[in-house]
């Protein structure tokens, strides 16, 4: 099952949505980790260390510090970037659906947007 880390800025609503919905999933949020204030490249090293795929509603910096980590050869377990338009019900059935299929390690080095299409 894969394991996640939701930036600091990430909707706290979804968070709760899918605590509620699946309450041993492993999603921790970055303020939870101590993560608080630092910058995308320390919160992506971060969660490389601690294999944890990112949600984030950055689409646009953090994104690029995905790649970055990516064209200088590091460790990066994925990232999921969610635009804020996208309804809370989407993102929720869309995180429960990868969490229950995807495979330890199967996103790494992979930025993917939601929802699934």
Known sequence: MLRWLADENFNNHIV?????KKPRLDLLRAQDAGLSGVSDARLLKWAAGENRVVLTHDVTTLTA?????????????????????????????????????????????????????
Not at 16 to 20: C, D, L, N, P
Not at 99 to 113: D, F, K, M, N, T
Request: glycine content about 6%; cysteine-free.
């Open 16 to 20: 709760t949505a899918i605590r509620r």
């Open 65 to 117: 510090a995905a790649y970055d980590r990516v064209r200088k050869g590091l460790i990066m377990p994925g990232v999921f970037a969610v635009p804020r338009s996208v309804p809370i019900r989407a993102v929720l059935e869309d995180v429960l659906l990868l969490s229950e299929s995807s495979l330890a390690g199967e996103w790494e080095g992979q930025v993917r947007y939601l929802p699934l299409k």
